[in-house]
């Protein structure tokens, strides 16, 4: 496998992960399932953003995809580095893989603050 297809397995796998625990944090995806307790099955209660509390909605799947722009970011800012390191010294390809980090560098930092924005902004108005 090339070393370019791992590294895009990886990413995909990646994102895939952040995407679950990001889900999972918010609570979407236990709302309505059955789990067995010890003496009888019960409904798990569904969370505010299932029970139709849309700003909570609304919240929660805009961090999930700001969680996902920041992993993005990230997994960039690694393959950025990877391109810097097999440069070999050669001007445009080290240009090239600086531009890459600079770039998912400032895509990381407006991630963050649209999650703060986004956050301070639902909890105020609603």
Do not use: C, H, W
Request: avoid cysteine; charged fraction near 15%; charge should be positive.
């Amino acid at each position: 496998m090339k070393p370019l297809n791992k590294i895009k397995l990886l990413a995909g796998s990646a994102a895939g992960s952040a995407m679950l625990i990001a889900t999972r944090a918010y609570g979407q995806s236990n709302a309505g399932v059955e789990t067995a307790n010890e003496n009888s099955l019960k409904k798990i209660q569904p969370t505010n953003a299932a029970a139709g509390n849309l700003p909570d909605y609304i919240k929660n799947i805009l961090n999930t995809l700001i969680i996902v722009a920041g992993v993005v970011s990230v997994l960039v800012i690694v393959i950025g580095g990877i391109r810097y390191a097999l440069a070999q010294g050669d001007e445009k390809n080290v240009k090239s893989a600086k531009d890459t980090i600079l770039f998912a560098i400032i895509g990381l930092v407006i991630s963050l603050l649209a999650f703060s924005i986004v956050n301070y902004v639902i909890t105020s108005l609603f």
